[in-house]
């Protein structure tokens, strides 16, 4: 099972379950933890070899986004959580998705932060280039390559230290297994898309996010619903670049979804 960790106010109280990005770790909801447990019980999963799940052995040559949804169920039903909000960053928000797709009666409502739905023709070359060169170079070149393509502005800084300290936990095989799946993003997203789907959906993105923005305002409310809300001066982790403005938002949407009433 995955590593997980919990914040319980009581059992009355809704879950939100939140999942890390690609090289991240539950450390990267740091600056949500302390607005959203006042609210609701938390539980935060770390993805295979990610985290500390990264000791959990397998023999699996590559991972898939179906495989990585049932992982997550499986820490919920352990836990007898019938049913969740849930909050993602990158690849978390793509995770979560499958989860909806796969799982519905368990999702309350999604908050997909930096969502990827597909890759432009820059990040496809740059792709092609990284798997014909990932078993030749050390992963962590590779990963800070693709982080300050991804995130090049100073203010991006932060972030891109953030999931480098926490890449630094996984290993080569690892980081491997999970990069090849960056080549299934465009057509998991092709075979999840759900325009009918009617559990409410918030995707929240940085202006400066323009390797995967573009992409997002063109499909939303074509081959999936949902809102979307743009954060000024912010990049592709915006939970923690604008993490004020993103624990707001996400606070606000949360509450219309929820059962119970929400102080605020």
């Known amino acids: 099972m995955l590593y997980y960790k ?34 609701f019980n938390l539980l935060l999963v770390e993805l295979r070899g990610h985290g500390k799940s990264s000791n959990r052995k397998t023999k699996d040559e590559r991972y898939t986004f179906a495989q990585a949804s049932k992982d997550v169920v499986e820490v919920m039903d352990h836990l007898n959580i019938k049913k969740a909000h849930f909050m993602g960053i990158s690849l978390g928000s793509i995770v979560i998705r499958n989860i909806a797709y796969s799982f519905p009666k368990k999702v309350k409502s999604m908050i997909l932060g930096g969502l990827i739905i597909g890759f432009n023709l820059r990040s496809r070359i740059l792709i092609t280039a990284g798997n014909l060169v990932k078993k ?20 991006h ?19 491997i297994k999970w990069f090849r799946i960056t080549s299934d993003v ?22 400066n996010d323009y390797m995967f923005l573009p992409k997002v305002k063109k499909e939303i409310n ?19 670049e604008a993490h004020e403005h993103f624990n707001e938002v996400s606070l606000d949407f949360i509450r219309t979804s929820s059962e119970n009433q929400i102080a605020g």
Request: aromatic share 10%; net charge positive.
């Open 6 to 39: 919990t914040y319980e106010v009581s059992p009355k109280h809704e879950w939100i379950v939140m999942i890390h990005g690609l090289g991240g770790s539950s450390t990267i909801w740091y600056k949500q933890i302390k607005d959203l447990r006042k609210h």
């Open 136 to 155: 030749r170079i050390p992963y962590m070149w590779l990963y800070n390559l693709f982080a300050w393509i991804m995130m090049p502005r100073k203010q």
């Open 157 to 175: 800084e932060e972030s891109r230290q953030l999931f480098g300290r926490e890449a630094k936990r996984m290993n080569q095989m690892e980081f």
């Open 186 to 207: 465009d057509s998991n997203h092709q075979e999840i898309q759900n325009k009918d789907l009617d559990i409410p959906t918030l995707c929240i993105m940085g202006e």
């Open 222 to 240: 074509h081959t999936f619903p949902g809102k979307l809300i743009v954060i000024k001066e912010s990049g592709h982790v915006c939970n923690v």
